[in-house]
């Protein structure tokens, strides 16, 4: 089954730029895809379009079954507590510790105290932070920051994970650490879309690779079938 | 039981939130000081001005004095016509006698002179006394006495009285202006400081959208902590109205300058205006934050 299904997508900024044209893209449940690309080529605007960050100018973006270009922004919300985000710069609020961060994702929705306890327990053990709850994000390495992140999109069990150069600011022996956290997430169910400039990774992982060039999807290479190209 | 847990859990994080971001919440709380401050100070400025004309109101009287040849019975008339009179909030009669023995007793050069007067001698003459609930009608009033019968002259100081009610009419609108402009600065002035202080936390807002939070989720913490600054910008205010009015009422022994000008009571004035004080803040305060929030909130 389809979670993501995207058809003629186009975007237009209002500086005239257009990002995405006329773009055709299904993505299966439980898969992990990488999408990749030089700088500009549309990369970041697709996945903003996912979590409704920017709205398509025309065409239709489904995501688990909501229509993103007709949400309304009262009711984006909705959207994202289906959809987990990680981001190049981890965006954890600073003022909070690492348990608080997490559990921060469950509160909104007035869950129990207990459940919220046990899930936020449960996630920063799979993410291997069981021993740093009381942290503040900047007594955390980069690494660590980024697996608190992991920890938040994950916890209330979306069904989507969208990860923004998730590895960007981190070193390869990290970057590499965070990728097993990701794949052992995508192992529980979790369909994972993740943009990157890090070939390396790509090449390692062996998954589903989009390659995007000018807005248009360029090559869409089955899972493994990945080499080293040129772009 | 959501609901509640939800409440609850907003409750704490604005309470914290204060706390955390120290520095802008002081620059909240020391703008809702200093302008609650000069409300306060405006408010007991103009609530003794107005209490001070409604007691001056309050001591003017109209005196009808009555022709010598008056008899009973048409003092009588006199009396029921006053009593009839829809302005007229209480009347007392005086005859001469009562006045002649008042002033008798009041200073011995009075008595030396008066008390050789005949009754025929005796220039004094029977007076009304009356006292008018709409002030501003006295004169109305004072003529309408004054064309009854046997009335022979009127006085209730006519020409000072009218211009002191016009006085007192644009005291009263001054202070009522500049309390409803000041509080309205205060409101626009601290909504701005709030403003920028969550300007600052435009990071949060976003993260807060990001993991699913509804606008109603980030809102109401960011409100509760407006209500939370507004607290405790209302607190020094309102310590320094209460305790400093009533040292200032005890100080001056509750008048200012001349038994004429009397303060109002400190109890329980100084309790109305600092709720008035605790109300503003909070309300500027959740205006302020529920203001600047909603602008981060329209992407």
Redesign the interface.
Known sequence: MDLINIRKAKKVYKTGVTAIYDLDLKIKKGEFVFIIGSTGCGKSTLIKMLYREEKPTSGQIIVGGIDVAKLKNSKVYKLRRQIGVVFQDFRLLEKSTVYENVAFALEIFGAPKDEIHKRVIKVLELVGLKNRLKSYPNQLSGGEQQRVAIARAIVNGPKLLICDEPTGNLDEETSSEIMDVLDEINKLGTTIIMVTHDRKIVKKMKKRVILLDAGRVLKDYEEGTYKNESI | M??F??LG?NIRDSFK?VF??FSLSMASISSITITLLVVSISIVLSYNVNNFAVLVEKDVTIVAFIENEATDEELKQIEEQINTLQNVESYEFQSKEDITNDMIKSSDIFKNIMEGWSLDENPIQNTFLVKVTDIEKIGDTATLIGEMENVAVVKYGEGMVEQLVKVFEVVEKISLIMVASLILVTAFLISNTIKITIFSRK??I??????????L?IKIPFILEGLFLGILGSIIPIIITSYGYMALFKNFNGQLFSPFIKLIDPSPFVYYVSGVLILIGIFVGMIGSWRAVRKH???
Do not use: D, F, H, P
Not at chain 2, 206 to 215: F, P
């Open positions: 959501r609901v847990r939800i859990r939130s955390r971001n990071t949060e976003g993260i807060m959208r990001l993991v699913g939070a509804s606008n989720n909130l329209k992407i």
